[in-house]
């Protein structure tokens, strides 16, 4: 029998990154399908988010994520652009945010067609991976025939299709609350969510007492 989740992914997070390869991997290795469901960041949904926290949040989240990159040998560096327009003097966020609208739509297209979690690992790379001007050029569309996908019927659908495409972007937000979190990485199996690219390795053994098997 094959397993199935859905993996809550947004390409700004650097976890959500330093989470999909693994993620990638085990649906390759294993019999178990993972649909990607991309949301919009936080500074989207939450553009003061940042400034509540506590003022040590940045600096060990920094230090964190690059240490959790080292650990499992996974390419990382800022992302150049950043995926949200910025203030960095300000912190304020920009009404208009062409590179994660572009992306994240891109992402639900490819994931209308089961590619998303290809898409996501690939297009990662480029942001994460310290790919300069990842938004500029025929680097995305390199990312989305790496997925297996036609370049030039997602970028058209993203054109054609924007406000579905960002409907069905919040309905993934929705699914993702009602599953019991709010953050991504989040993998939901069976309704039990999985919040954290620190819970792949329990997200395996719940899969294993369900029956994962080897493909």
Not at 188 to 201: T, W
Request: proline share 7%.
């Amino acid at each position: 029998m094959t397993l199935s989740a859905n993996l809550y992914f947004s390409f700004r997070s650097p976890y959500s990154y330093l989470a999909v390869g693994r993620y990638r991997t085990m649906a390759e290795e294993y019999d178990f399908d993972i649909a990607l469901r991309p949301v919009w960041p936080l500074a989207i949904r939450e553009p003061d988010f940042f400034e509540r926290n506590h003022p040590n949040w940045m600096a060990y989240t920094l230090r964190d994520m690059m240490r959790v990159a080292q650990f499992h040998d996974i390419p990382f560096g800022p992302p150049r652009p950043d995926p949200i327009v910025q203030d960095p003097a300000t912190r304020e966020i920009a009404a208009e945010q062409p590179h994660i609208r572009r992306v994240t739509r891109m992402g639900q297209a490819a994931a209308r067609r089961s590619r998303g979690l290809a898409f996501a690992h690939e297009a990662g790379q480029l942001i994460w991976g310290g790919q300069l001007g990842w938004n500029e050029g025929d680097h995305l569309a390199g990312a989305l025939e790496r997925a297996g996908l036609d370049a030039s019927a997602i970028e058209a659908e993203v054109e054609s299709e924007a406000d579905a495409l960002d409907a069905e972007i919040a309905n993934n937000q929705e699914a993702l609350e009602t599953a019991g979190h709010w953050g991504v990485p989040t993998l939901v199996l069976d309704g039990e969510p999985f919040f954290g690219q620190d819970r792949i390795e329990m997200a395996k053994w719940r899969m294993e007492q369900k029956g994962l098997t080897k493909r």
